[in-house]
């Protein structure tokens, strides 16, 4: 797996015959920044850019066409979680490889680590010749507060006190 910077970024849309632009660039560094742990949609990094660099407008088809080709080159990760759409993260080398444990009543999202899954994956893809540029596991499941409350029977309105930013 690649760690990425602006200079090997920019390298590697060289050689697809496509430019760095400032866009792109300014989209590496905020999945650069993000804190451990933090995923991003499409939308909330439209939000994000929108609050942090009003003057620059990146529009939201802009965003989406540069999350599919860093998730393509292996930068992004693409990641599939409860709430329907899709959240990218950086994609780390292998120290910080993890996958993801996911509530599909409240969202609450857990990451852990497994060198199982790792090995498996790297494993596999070696054997078939193939270079490996990711590797996930996203398991859902119900978490305890869900189940407590009498899962799968859950009132609609019950709010789950684990659930990102208040969702249910």
């Known amino acids: 797996m690649y760690s990425y910077d602006s200079s090997t970024f920019r390298n590697e849309l060289n050689q697809l015959g496509l430019r760095m632009t400032p866009q792109r660039e300014t989209i590496l560094d905020v999945f650069r920044e993000l804190p ?20 620059r407008k ?16 292996g930068l ?16 780390q ?13 409240c969202n609450r999202t857990i990451e852990f680590k497994s060198d ?13 010749g193939f270079h490996l540029l990711d590797c996930q596991l996203t398991i859902h499941g ?14 609609e309105e019950w709010m789950c006190p684990h659930a990102p930013t208040g969702k249910s």
């Open 58 to 73: 990146i529009s939201l088809s802009t965003i989406y066409r540069s999350l599919k080709l860093m998730t393509h080159l």
């Open 76 to 91: 992004l990760r693409e990641l599939e979680l409860a709430e329907g759409h899709k959240h990218y993260e950086l994609n």
């Open 36 to 55: 451990k742990g933090k995923h991003l949609s499409a939308e909330d990094l439209h939000n994000h850019l929108q609050e942090v660099e009003p003057d």
């Open 116 to 128: 199982s899954v790792l090995k498996v994956s790297m494993k596999t893809s070696g054997k078939e």
């Open 93 to 105: 080398p292998h120290p910080h490889h993890h996958h993801h444990l996911v509530c599909v009543r």
């Open 142 to 155: 119900v978490c305890v507060e869900a189940l407590k409350r009498g899962w799968p029977s859950v009132p």
